[in-house]
C-alpha cells in the first residue's frame, strides 16, 4: 500500500500482484521485466517464478 505520509508506493498488496501474474500466466501471454543493472530483475522473477 501506499506509505500515507507520501503517496508513494506500491498500490497493490502482495497478493493482488500474485493473482495479477498468475492471470496472465493462465492466459499464457509474456511477462516483460525490465531493469537497470541493480539485481532486481532477477531477484524478482525468481520471486514469480514461485507463484
Known sequence: ?????????????????RDRLQAVVNQKKAIIAAGAGTGSVPNSLRKVARI
Open 1 to 17: 500500500m501506499p506509505n500515507p505520509w507520501t503517496g508513494k508506493g506500491n498500490p497493490y498488496t502482495k497478493q493482488e500482484v
